[in-house]
């Protein structure tokens, strides 16, 4: 059982890690946009 979570996330964890600092990358933009 343990095995499988630690699988999930070394498969899901670099997608979530590049789709946060996407996220926040986006972010910075819009707000030097407004500036």
Do not use: C, H
């Amino acid at each position: 059982m343990e095995l499988n979570i630690i699988q999930y996330f070394l498969t899901q964890g670099p997608f979530a890690v590049l789709f946060v600092w996407l996220f926040i990358y986006v972010m910075r933009n819009s707000k030097e946009r407004e500036d």
